[in-house]
């Protein structure tokens, strides 16, 4: 085909995908009705970046590509806002709510015939979205109303952020110029679920949702944005080029047809008394809300007439955020206690003196980390204030200094486990301590977990509930244990008959063969995933050379740096794996290293090979077959181009899979990959 041909059919289809990919981005995360499964929208987005990677030129700000692509920034800009970014004023009671109604009555007669918007005030932080042509062009935080922070790329990368609107067809007149104010913030759900990872990870955990969701906005790497679960509701428009809906209740609905995201937790009421109503029924729905919400706010339908109100200060008169009540009590703190989480993390909570916050009486708190109990300088014995936000945990905020009366007690973290005794440990440079002791019970069921996953001994037929069973009856107190379980053992459990039990001892049997690699992994030390066991199976020969590696050795060993060699030699010098490790040894799970000393002798089976590495491959993660390709002499690239020597393909390889074939490049699957692999 001619080239210019060919130029002009990918500019449509870059159109047509762009379109597609924006389309069902909104279905999926604004609306949350997605219309086509997830593996058919990645196949779109995957052939968009191929194109774009072909031609870079074409590359758009709004393109779909872009949500996680700019460089870190060195610091945020300062942008002005076009027009003042107002605040509320608050009421606390509805007669509070009352005697602003009469104040602004008294302005305004026609405000005693007025209806009212009711929205949730959701707790995050305000952002400012601009858009040309129906291009979001820039974004920025709020800050003291008149000037705030260019945090555009960072915005970029919250899904809910259209980057081109309107978004389905049908809209009569578009902005040319459109200024959009919504709030940012973090799902409860998914704030839990961030700060268990960030726990795991043995990094500084968050307090709560908003603090998170305005710490994940104002990160110089868009990068670290894009892996944090943002949300945007809007509720405001700032400017319009064109004419916009007097009404605040027909503007939520202009901002929804042009593709923003629009709570529909938003009424209108005929009257200030139904308004006042309808937020006091929030009290408790609240909780039906994914995220937080701190109040209602009161707005005047008629937008109209609520500008012609003015302004006390910032806060418009037009509008009124109409609180919850207090969620935050004082109270004594009369011990610290320790969690040991499944992960080996150590948590601190406080036992409080009973209190009653919002109609829960409360007697636990958080108190997140050690770091945490230092930096607040809380101590057993003080009077602290608590908070309880929404669904979340409650947590301590810190201790009132001015009512120490000298009896209180600076608490001292423990040095051994809670639960197994054993002494804890802490990575330099992570805030969290952990117990390493593989055999604690507080994580022997995540530790089996782990050791039987697909990636690390793949155990088939041996789930998650089967590991509970087996160690609530007390048949496995560590990993090893499972290969001296008995048939008799398992029929003694619920749901186990001979065939199953059979087939239970047939896997665990089989996985005795499994590779080191895979065992290093399994044994869960801190640090060590598929990528780096498979770093240490090539350089050990089995895990009694391993466990005799020292600190120089291991750091030899490219990707392995001084804490993770010091996570390595530590667990191995615990008395309580050594025994673990010897009764693997007894059963007969001792595997050594394959391919490590042929591939030191001769030249790399792989040596001047190029791969490309696509699809679900059957027992290893993409990550560990590139590690595993270059270790054994090969190159790994991301595109196929009539370069690559090979194509490993997994299931759902989609583009890529296409493409070699076009190309005629070779395609491989796992198993062929090791086969070319082994030494000649
Ligand atoms: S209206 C002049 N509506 O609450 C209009 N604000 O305490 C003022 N907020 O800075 C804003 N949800 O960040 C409005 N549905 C909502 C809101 C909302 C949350 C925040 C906003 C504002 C703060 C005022």
Redesign the pocket.
């Known amino acids: 085909m001619p080239e210019q041909l060919n130029d002009k059919r990918q500019v449509e289809r870059l159109a047509e995908l762009r379109k597609a990919i924006h389309f069902h981005n909104y279905r999926y995360h604004v609306l949350d009705d997605p219309v086509i499964s997830d593996f058919e929208f990645d196949r779109l987005l995957a052939e968009l970046k191929e194109i774009e990677a072909e031609h870079p030129e074409w590359v758009t700000a709004d393109s779909p590509t872009q949500r996680a692509g700019a460089r870190p920034a060195e610091k945020f800009q300062k942008v002005r806002h076009p027009a003042p970014?107002?605040?509320?004023a608050?009421a606390f009671s509805a007669q509070d709510v009352r005697a602003w109604f009469e104040r602004i009555a008294k302005i305004d007669e026609r405000v005693r015939e007025a209806n009212f918007v009711i929205?949730?005030?959701?707790?995050?932080?305000?952002v400012i979205l601009h858009y040309q042509d129906g291009i979001f062009v820039m974004g920025a935080t709020?800050g003291d109303g008149e000037v705030g922070e260019d945090v555009s790329n960072n915005l970029r990368t919250v899904h809910s952020v259209p980057l081109h609107i309107p978004v389905e067809d049908g809209m009569e007149t578009i902005p040319g110029r459109l200024v959009v104010?919504g709030?940012i913030f973090m799902n409860i759900e998914d704030f839990e679920e961030l700060n268990q990872r960030l726990e795991r990870a043995g990094e500084k955990t968050y307090l709560n949702p908003r603090n998170t969701a305005a710490g994940s906005l104002r990160q110089l790497d868009p990068a670290l944005t894009a892996t944090r679960p943002l949300n945007l509701?809007t509720?405001?428009i700032v400017e319009s080029d064109v004419p916009i809906p007097n009404l605040q209740w027909d503007r939520l609905e202009w901002l929804r047809r042009l593709g923003f995201p629009v709570?529909r937790a938003?009424t209108v009421q005929p009257d200030l008394e139904s308004a006042i109503r309808e937020c006091d029924t929030w009290v408790t729905r609240r909780s039906m809300l994914p995220f937080e919400?701190?109040?209602m706010?009161i707005?005047i339908n008629d937008r109209a007439l609520a500008d012609s109100l003015g302004?006390v200060g910032k806060?418009?008169r037009?509008?009124l955020?109409y609180k919850f009540p207090a969620q935050e009590v004082t109270t004594r703190l009369r011990d610290i206690g320790v969690n040991v989480g499944r992960t080996g993390v150590l948590t601190p909570y406080a036992m409080l003196e009973p209190v009653d916050i919002g109609g829960v009486i409360v007697k636990q708190a958080t108190l997140h980390n050690f770091d945490y109990i230092a930096e607040k300088d809380i101590r057993v014995g003080d009077r602290v204030r608590v908070k309880r936000a929404g669904e979340v945990i409650p947590y301590v905020i810190g201790p009132i200094l001015d009512l120490r009366d000298g009896s209180e007690q600076v608490y001292v973290p423990p040095h051994t486990c809670p639960v197994c005794g054993e002494a804890v440990e802490n990575i330099p440079g992570e805030v969290a301590w952990y117990c390493v002791n593989a055999a604690c019970p507080a994580q022997l069921i995540r530790n089996l977990e782990h050791f039987v996953s697909r990636g690390a001994m793949d155990i088939v037929g041996l789930g998650i509930k089967i590991v509970e069973q087996l160690v609530e009856a007390g048949l496995v107190k560590d990993a090893a244990d499972l290969f001296s379980l008995k048939k008799q053992d398992l029929l003694r459990l619920e749901g186990f008959a001979d065939k199953k039990a059979d087939n239970l001892l047939e896997s665990i049997e089989a996985s005795k063969q499994q590779s080191l690699e895979r065992l290093i992994n399994a044994l869960g030390i801190h640090g060590v995933g598929e990528v780096t066991a498979v770093d240490l199976a090539a350089r050990f020969q089995d895990l009694d050379e391993l466990s005799n590696a020292t600190l120089a050795q291991l750091q030899e060993i490219e990707g392995i740096g001084p804490n993770i060699a010091r996570a390595i030699v530590d667990w191995f010098e615990r008395p309580a794996n050594q025994n673990v490790l010897a009764k693997l040894k007894r059963a007969g799970v001792w595997p050594r290293a394959e391919r490590a000393q042929g591939m030191s002798a001769g030249p790399l089976a792989l040596e001047g090979l190029v791969f490309v590495v696509t699809g679900t491959l059957p027992s290893f993660s993409r990550d560990v077959v590139k590690a595993y390709i270059q270790k054994h002499g090969g190159k790994v690239t991301d595109s196929v181009s009539k370069k690559t020597s090979y194509l490993v393909a997994g299931e759902a390889a989609g583009s890529k899979l296409q493409k070699a074939q076009d190309l005629g490049v070779p395609v491989l699957d796992e198993a062929g990959l090791m086969k070319l692999a082994e030494p000649k």
């Open positions: 970014i107002l605040s509320l608050n929205e949730p005030k959701i707790d995050g932080l305000s709020r104010r709030e509701l509720y405001q709570t938003a919400v701190d109040g706010v707005k302004f806060d418009p037009g509008a955020a």
